[in-house]
């Protein structure tokens, strides 16, 4: 997959979650037009669709609310309002489950097939994090960008 402009890293953080600016970032760039067409079939299922359910959001409740504006904390806030507030610890959970899908579980096998498609074979890919990273041209293991 390219290297899409506007569209961050799966480990940045907004508040304290993972991903959640990764998907956005997504709504923002599908709705101008922006997005390329193979993320497109992946907006609310994988891991979209997990961090709706996280979040106890609607996914097209969640892209309307994105398009009226406002910003990544100001969305995130009003994830909390309508589907309640996450603890630190389910926070810890749900960023350690994200980035580690396909680290010995059931993901582990799809994981490995899709490396092989995106010709990555030989990269310390051990995650669908690492994957998507190394496929967009960022290396995460240099940066450790598990710890950011």
Known sequence: ???????RSLYFKVGRLVYFGRMLDKIRLHAVGKLPAEYQPNLAR???GRCCNFLHVK???LAARVLQGGTDDDILAWCHEQGGQRTTEQCEIW???MMKRGWRDGGAETLQARIKESKLEGKPIETFFDLI??????DPVATKAWLG
């Open 46 to 48: 994988g891991f979209d």
């Open 133 to 138: 990273e190394y496929d967009e041209g960022r």
């Open 59 to 61: 996914y097209p409740d």
């Open 1 to 7: 997959m390219p290297n899409v402009p506007g569209l």
């Open 95 to 97: 960023n350690n489950f």
